[in-house]
């Protein structure tokens, strides 16, 4: 008897993959991937960069799966996973700043260096205005960036958010609307 791995529940998955069968984590890997992808580019604005953390998102949570608390919503335990590798990646970027531009600027000119992200896909005025907003977006700060793209862009409810920000419903509000509020502001000077 064969189990048919689309029609099983995320849970069963993880316990299936658990259990040894990898095929059950390729299937949550096909459910989770887009969505994955999606909020880390938008939390570190490069799509290229995007790619490899995903698949690190992936294989971090493929060897704590055991971590994972089967009454949660899987799709919330992965965000987390996803956030922190992101935060990571922002972290590791900015002392490589530092570190690269220390010796060939002067110190005061550093904090003047943007991140200019390839925008090889803007033909059209519509992708450029895209661009425009994925980089306003990668300008907030990081608790309202990621209430804002688990909402808006991920389509999250709000209790789902909080879950996997593990904060109060009224702050994912708060967040919310402060990150709306401050990405009007940025693309106003951008």
Not at 77 to 92: E, G, Q, Y
Not at 110 to 132: G, K, S, Y
Not at 133 to 159: D, F, I, M, N, Y
């Amino acid at each position: 008897m064969t189990l048919e791995l689309a029609g099983c529940s995320d849970g069963e998955l993880a316990a299936l993959t658990l259990g040894g069968r990898q095929a059950a984590f390729a299937e949550i890997m096909r459910r989770h991937r887009e969505p994955i992808y999606r909020m880390i580019r938008g939390h570190i604005g490069d799509p290229e960069e995007a790619l490899d953390l995903t698949q690190d998102c992936f294989l971090a949570a493929f060897q704590h799966l055991g971590g994972y608390d089967g009454n949660r919503p899987l799709r919330a335990w992965l965000t987390s996973v996803a956030i922190n590798k992101s935060r990571d990646w922002m972290r590791r970027r900015r002392v490589r700043q530092i570190l690269t531009f220390a010796s060939a600027l002067p110190f005061d000119t550093i904090e003047n260096v943007q991140d200019q992200a390839p925008a090889v896909d803007v033909a059209t005025a519509d992708r450029a205005e895209l661009a425009r907003l994925w980089q306003a977006v990668a300008r907030l700060p990081a608790a309202l960036k990621e209430t804002l793209l688990l909402r808006t862009v991920e389509g999250l409810s709000q209790s789902e958010t909080a879950a996997a920000l593990a904060i109060s419903e009224k702050a994912v509000e708060t967040r919310l609307h402060r990150a709306r509020a401050r990405l009007g502001e940025i693309l106003e000077i951008i």
